[in-house]
């Protein structure tokens, strides 16, 4: 069990240009979710997918993101036109989605972006 | 909406001693899950500890337990016999009881250090 892996890690670019992420969930997990995190605060929620469906959106998915996992593998997380505030790490985590309520998230090491 | 409330941003204890972190969430469920996770320098997120609110026992994980107090809407970890490796972040975070509402909530943290 090789953990979830995300790529890049570190991700710098500049205002106003569209930037990818990538998470692989570990192995046969069904349930991958995003979430955000900036400095000094908790993660804060923004999507996650059961397989390759999309159940839930939170309102800081503004119109600039979108999220896929077109297989029910991997995910990928989109940012268009990208702003300062999108600065944060950006942190993904899977669970087996077995139906068990108790089903512990297992995260990722995230990926830094900074927005210049 | 669910809330969460840490309202220790930093801590220090020496090493060997036992500490308690403090979590309070607000909620109108009756029925849902807390957790508290761990984030060391520069990596991921770890699951320390989860309880059910429906038990009334306290759950424990070697030398961590919980003190759940549903009434008060208290959720606060004990660490004993502090450890260096204990050095990290340490988020509480709620989790509704519904099917498909699986997100997490967390709270601000509190920055843990084990001074030798």
């Known amino acids: 069990d090789t953990g979830v892996s995300q790529d890049p890690r570190h991700k710098i670019t500049k205002r106003g240009q569209n930037v990818t992420f990538r998470c692989d969930p570990i192995?046969?997990?069904?349930?991958l979710y995003w979430y955000r995190q900036t400095l000094g605060q908790g993660p804060e929620f923004l999507t996650y997918?059961?397989?390759?469906?999309?159940?839930?959106k939170s309102r800081l998915l503004s119109d600039r993101f979108s999220a896929e996992r077109p297989k029910g593998s991997f995910s990928t997380l989109e940012i268009q036109r990208t702003e300062q505030g999108d600065s944060a790490m950006y942190l993904c985590?899977?669970?087996?989605?077995?139906?068990?309520?108790?089903?512990?998230?297992?995260f990722g090491p995230g990926t830094r972006l900074t927005v210049l | 909406a669910q809330t969460v409330t840490q309202s220790q941003p930093e801590m220090s204890v020496q090493e060997a001693e036992t500490v308690t972190l403090s979590c309070t969430y607000d909620?109108?469920?009756?029925?849902?899950?807390l957790f508290w996770y761990k984030q060391p320098p520069s990596r991921q997120m770890i699951l320390v500890i989860r309880?059910?609110?429906?038990?009334?026992q306290n759950a424990t994980e070697n030398r961590f337990s919980v003190n759940f107090q549903k009434a008060a809407k208290s959720f606060s970890l004990k660490i004993s016999d502090s450890q260096l490796g204990d050095t990290a972040m340490y988020f509480c975070?709620?989790?509704?009881?519904?099917?498909?509402?699986?997100?997490?909530?967390f709270g601000t943290g509190t920055r843990l250090t084990i001074i030798p």
């Open positions: 985590a899977s669970s087996p989605g077995s139906g068990q309520r108790t089903d512990t998230q297992y």
């Open positions: 192995s046969e997990h069904n349930r």
């Open positions: 997918f059961q397989n390759e469906a999309q159940l839930e």
């Open positions: 909620t109108s469920e009756n029925n849902y899950y």
């Open positions: 309880q059910e609110a429906y038990k009334q």
């Open positions: 975070a709620f989790m509704n009881w519904d099917f498909g509402n699986e997100k997490l909530t």
